[in-house]
């Protein structure tokens, strides 16, 4: 039963991931024929074409590699400074360009002068290559709302778990590892258990600022820049107590920010001495807008790790070297995921909210990746016409003769570079992903 389960995670996951391919392409797709483009093919996946259909002038279909899409423009570049698509040459970046220019004429038919993408302004030319992204950018919005506000977030809150009866610092791994530490009385008691904080309360306020169940990192915070008396309000059997603590410093773990740890990481900060419990919080609306932003920052970061991650993966591959929790994942790695979700004894509802929760965080990535400012990604092709509407208003300002159409081909090589090392790069996270893969359990 447990392999079914795990099975069936993978499926749902790829029916998931080509729902969001396509959901892609569709805003390219609308955008284009919004603009009277011409699009001959759009595909779903990578590779060999195990299904297709004519409808109008565009084929639709679905490839045999679920590794992205795309849809087939006409005049995606514009022609060469002689006029010609194509003329080859003997260089191999100029063979780059040529290449790139003769595929944005294929399947060119009389009257498609008109309907090509470069003769569009460069705000339609931006509009339909951000569609694509924004439509991962949407369906993570929505997939990110339901799971917050409608199963929501398993979480530390703000209802104490366990009270610590003495302090010692978190750099003390061995004390930390003892068995009864506190029972030398070596280290003093803490402000918590003497100010009479049980387990089950619920900080309802610290120092008169309110807090509600979900809003850990907030109390923690306040926790931590204070030393000395407290006033900690708590609900107790449906009674609201005022407790007297006097808080002390010691050295605990850094926080994210966000209610986590950074492991190995120690400040000197304020001290209470509780754990607080976790359990399952719906957000309301703006909660979850806030989590959501906290989510796309940490999106941002992530993206601009990457580089970093590179020698723990070889490592993790070639080494033997423990896969870290953090470390990227592709398309087989987040598949394993949920196959591991499907197959744990968790109630079905909780599935349900990891699995949306993964799709969420994929299509968020696929938009910030697909931002980035290069070719051949969408967000190249944006700063394309971007870059070609700043030159054409400069000559118009200064009344200089209009400098045509930007021609992004000329970037091909780069293009090319950028292409070579994303695929050196997902080659080393699937190899990972295989030999190496991280683990829910």
């Keep these: ?104 004429y294929e399947e060119l038919k009389p009257g498609d002068e008109t ?11 931006v509009i339909v290559m951000f569609a694509g992204p924004f439509m991962n950018l949407i369906l993570a919005f929505v997939l990110f709302l ?8 398993q979480m530390q809150t703000t209802t104490v778990g366990e009270v610590s009866d003495c302090v010692i610092s978190q750099s003390d791994t061995a004390a930390l590892k003892a068995k009864d530490p506190c029972a030398s009385k070596k280290y003093p008691e803490t402000p918590a258990k003497k100010a009479g904080l049980r387990a ?8 008169g600022v309110r807090v509600d169940d979900s809003q850990w990192s907030v109390l923690q915070q306040e926790i931590r820049k204070t030393t000395g008396p407290a006033t900690v ?21 850094k926080t994210d920010g966000n209610g986590g740890y950074t492991e190995g990481q120690y400040v000197t900060a304020g001290f209470l001495g509780f754990t607080p419990a976790s359990g399952v919080i719906r957000l309301d609306f703006a909660q979850s807008i806030d989590r959501m932003g906290e989510m796309a920052q940490s999106g941002v970061e992530s993206l601009a790790a990457l580089p970093s991650k590179v020698p723990d993966l070889w490592n993790a591959v070639f080494n033997g070297a423990e896969r870290k929790q953090d470390s990227p994942v592709g398309m087989i790695g987040a598949a394993r995921i949920g ?8 109630p079905a509802t909780w599935r349900v909210a990891f699995f949306l929760n993964l799709l969420a965080g994929i299509n968020l990535s696929l938009f910030l990746f697909n931002m980035l400012p290069l070719l051949p990604l969408d967000g190249g092709h944006i700063a394309g016409a971007l870059w070609e509407s700043v030159r054409r208003t400069v000559a118009r300002i200064f009344r200089r003769p209009d400098p045509g159409p930007f021609d992004v081909a000329k970037l091909m ?5 950028v292409a070579g090392i994303f ?19």
């Design 1 to 104: 039963m447990t392999g079914l389960m795990w099975g069936l995670g993978i499926a749902v996951f790829l029916v998931g991931l080509l729902f969001s391919i396509a959901w892609h392409e569709l805003g390219h797709l609308s955008t284009a024929k919004l603009f009277k483009i011409r699009v001959p093919q759009y595909m779903v996946g990578f590779g060999a074409t195990i299904w297709s259909r004519h409808k109008g002038e565009t084929e639709y279909g679905i490839k045999a590699i679920p590794l992205g899409g795309y849809i087939r423009m006409i005049g995606m570049f514009p022609p060469g400074d002689d006029g010609r698509v194509a003329a080859r040459s003997t260089s191999p970046f100029r063979g780059m360009i040529e290449d790139a220019r003769s595929a944005a």
């Design 423 to 441: 695929i050196c790069f997902t080659a080393l996270v699937m190899a990972a992903d295989l030999i190496n893969p991280v683990r829910l359990t």
């Design 339 to 346: 196959g591991e979700v499907f197959a744990m004894d968790i």
């Design 115 to 125: 309907r090509m993408f470069y003769t569009r302004k460069p705000w339609k030319r």
């Design 200 to 207: 089950g309360d619920r900080i309802v306020a610290f120092n």
């Design 233 to 253: 309000t708590v609900l107790r059997d449906g009674r609201t107590i005022d407790l007297r603590a006097d808080l002390i410093e010691n050295k605990v773990t």
């Design 146 to 153: 339901t799971v917050l506000m409608g199963f929501g977030l």
């Design 413 to 417: 090589p780069v293009a090319y570079v």
